[in-house]
């Protein structure tokens, strides 16, 4: 079966440093979506990437998170300086179109202390 | 804004029994998608069923089958002949364009 590939798949750092997650979108997706899991705000989208173009990213807070797409093979999501407030489970997912949904990879677990 | 609720925070059913999850939407649009997607503890998210507003036919997958109500603006999944393995977090979405909106889930335990 074809996947979505995060990496890594947990990260702790402290405050004030700098993360990075990875997202291998699925071979010909051309739809790249980055989501917050949190107990609180459950999931909220942060950006979006069409044939690697951002196409919204409103829901980033733009001071401190920065999304790109280097080429079709690899999304990163970039938090500098992260905050305790940042810790939640980041999902990468990528897809055709939106009829036949989008396939989610595992996630990325970050603990900011 | 798009909204989707669903109403049940979590949710229990004896295995081998039917369970229908709750799923409302709110949206002025007429053409949209709406899917139920699987996160069990493997934290994976997992796309159970889907279904397009303008087909009025319920969509069927195995033991899966939504009740969508397009007027009410509701679509409920049914699990038939529940088993173990579908203990997970089930979460509605609705989706415009490229847009998905995801409901805050419902946790479902199936009991042995």
């Known amino acids: 079966d074809a996947r979505v590939t995060q990496t890594p798949r947990h990260k702790v750092t402290e405050m004030g440093q700098e993360v990075t997650m990875r997202c291998q979108p699925i071979?010909?997706?051309?739809?790249v979506f980055w989501y917050r899991q949190t107990m609180m705000q459950g999931l909220e989208l942060l950006a979006y990437?069409?044939?690697?173009?951002?196409?919204?990213d409103s829901g980033m807070p733009k001071d401190r998170f920065s999304a790109e797409m280097p080429d079709a093979t690899l999304a990163t999501l970039k938090i500098q300086p992260s905050e305790p407030r940042d810790s939640a489970v980041y999902f990468c997912?990528?897809?055709?179109?939106?009829?036949?949904?989008?396939?989610f990879g595992s996630g990325t677990r970050l603990t900011v202390v | 804004a798009q909204t989707v609720t669903q109403s049940q925070p979590e949710m229990s059913v004896q295995e081998a029994e039917t369970v229908t999850l709750s799923c409302t939407y709110d949206?002025?649009?007429?053409?949209?998608?709406l899917f139920w997607y699987k996160q069990p503890p493997s934290r994976q998210m997992i796309l159970v069923i889907r279904?397009?507003?303008?087909?009025?036919q319920n969509a069927t997958e195995n033991r899966f089958s939504v009740n969508f109500q397009k007027a009410a603006k509701s679509f409920s999944l049914k699990i038939s002949d529940s088993q173990l393995g579908d203990a997970a977090m089930y979460f509605c979405?609705?989706?415009?364009?490229?847009?998905?909106?995801f409901g805050t889930g419902t946790s479902l335990t199936v009991i042995p």
């Open positions: 997912a990528s897809g055709l179109q939106a009829n036949y949904g989008y396939t």
């Open positions: 071979l010909g997706h051309n739809t």
């Open positions: 990437f069409r044939n690697r173009a951002p196409l919204d």
């Open positions: 949206t002025s649009e007429s053409d949209y998608y």
């Open positions: 279904q397009e507003a303008y087909k009025q």
């Open positions: 979405a609705y989706c415009r364009g490229n847009q998905f909106y």
